[in-house]
């Protein structure tokens, strides 16, 4: 069972053929419960006791045989719970099994040419079982709508964003020049190249953009702490998200400045300042 779902057995060993009907009861655990149970760290060959309290008397006590990774069941969000494995073949729990879950794993090809021979092997066991079969893949991507909705609509806002952050920037820069048309006549008209009304253009550019990174990503870095639980897999504060970030701004940016630049640099200094 542990094999079929990668979890590795990190002290003791696995159940074999000696862990049977009539045999030493045993029962696996996992880190969280050797970690909170036997803090010295010698989980293996320990016994769990189920008190009265849990009114699970006629529940007899397990020797613990192995130890496996830590694993999620019912949410990817959820922390490592101390858990306990125990054998079918061994249960003698005082409640009747309503449902039984075989876990099955395809060695290669697709997990789909498995139902059928599995099916078969149901049906011969008792054709009046009502069974179905679930793929792993399809309850992660169950337990991950709530992430990818949140995705989608991160990924549109922020095209949107900077969408309008760009058309903002080429207003601003577009009337910026417009009203500087004069001061850079007069330098084209005393020999200042284009190349250097170009790049005081792109200064101011530079600045307004540096100035919005750093607040955007001081903001980011303060609320980063409000988004950590809804973020499954990612470090809110990663760095190339903000380094990437960074960059699509600055490559907007540049596109955004890069037009009022260039019209700047063809501006005529005779007709400016014949009409100024």
């Known amino acids: 069972w542990f094999a079929t779902y990668g979890m590795r057995i990190v002290a003791g060993r696995d159940i074999d053929k000696r862990d049977r009907t009539g045999a030493p009861r045993v029962a696996i655990v996992n880190e969280a419960f050797a970690a909170k149970f036997f803090p010295n760290g010698q989980a293996t060959g320990g ?3 189920f008190p009265e309290a849990a009114n699970v008397t006629s529940h007899a006590p397990r020797t613990i045989v192995g130890v496996v990774s830590d694993a999620v069941y019912n949410s990817l969000r ?4 101390p858990t ?4 079918l073949a061994q249960n003698d729990w005082p409640y009747s099994l309503t449902a039984l879950t075989f ?3 395809a060695a290669e090809g697709s997990p789909m040419r498995l139902t059928r021979s599995m099916g078969k092997v149901v049906t011969d066991i008792d054709p009046n079982l009502v069974f179905n079969f679930r793929w792993l893949t399809d309850r ?3 337990s991950l709508v709530q ?16 969408f309008l952050a760009g058309l903002g920037l080429y207003g601003v820069t577009s009337y910026s020049v417009t009203l500087r048309r004069p001061e850079l006549a007069i330098r084209m008209a005393l020999g200042a190249p284009a190349a250097n009304v170009i790049r005081l253009v792109l200064m101011r550019v530079t600045a307004l953009v540096g100035i919005g990174a750093l607040l ?6 303060w609320a980063s702490k409000f988004v950590a639980s809804l973020l499954y897999g990612l470090e809110p504060r990663d760095p190339a998200t903000l380094i990437g970030a960074v960059l699509v701004l600055a490559t907007v940016a540049g596109v955004a400045g890069w037009i009022p630049a260039w019209r700047a640099s063809r ?10």
Do not use: T
């Open 47 to 49: 016994l769990v006791v």
């Open 78 to 81: 959820e922390p490592d719970r």
């Open 84 to 87: 306990i494995y125990e054998l």
């Open 103 to 105: 876990s099955v794993r």
């Open 140 to 142: 992660v991507e169950a």
């Open 147 to 162: 992430e990818r909705m949140l995705a989608l609509l991160s990924v549109f806002f922020g095209i949107l964003a900077v």
């Open 216 to 221: 955007g990503a001081g903001v980011s870095l």
């Open 267 to 276: 501006i005529d200094s005779a007709v400016v300042l014949r009409n100024e």
